[in-house]
């Protein structure tokens, strides 16, 4: 059974950090490319970083404040945000698809960030 587990979401300030974790099994994580995304109340869901799966390859929608890494003797993908604004509030949500196709694709149930004071 495909699983993806994240984690480490929460209630953070401006200017503060995070890092969320998505933990995956029931495939060959090592095979997949990883993608956080994130969607806000009334917005459509956006691509914030992803990285290819070997992890020599990664693409952001902000490189300055957040870094995407992954440890595929983990299984586990990670998301380090810097400099936290309340616009990054959302529920970010990880995404996994075999590397050099278009199926099969596999979503988590997503976490929520709030940025505020």
């Known amino acids: 059974q495909v699983q993806l587990v994240e984690s480490g979401g929460g209630l953070v300030q401006p200017g503060g950090s995070v890092r969320l974790s998505c933990a995956a099994s029931?495939?060959?994580?090592?095979?997949?490319?990883m993608t956080w995304y994130r969607q806000a109340p009334g917005k459509e869901r956006e691509l914030v970083a992803g990285?290819?799966?070997?992890?020599?390859s990664t693409n952001y929608v902000d490189s300055v404040r957040f870094t995407i890494s992954r440890d595929n003797a983990k299984n586990t993908v990670y998301l380090q945000m810097n400099s936290l604004k309340p616009e990054d509030t959302a529920v970010y949500y990880c995404?996994?698809?075999?590397?050099?196709?278009?199926?099969?694709?596999?979503w988590g149930q997503g976490t929520q960030v709030t940025v505020s004071s």
């Open positions: 029931g495939f060959t994580f090592s095979m997949y490319r």
């Open positions: 990285i290819s799966s070997t992890g020599g």
């Open positions: 995404h996994a698809r075999r590397e050099g196709t278009s199926s099969p694709r596999y």
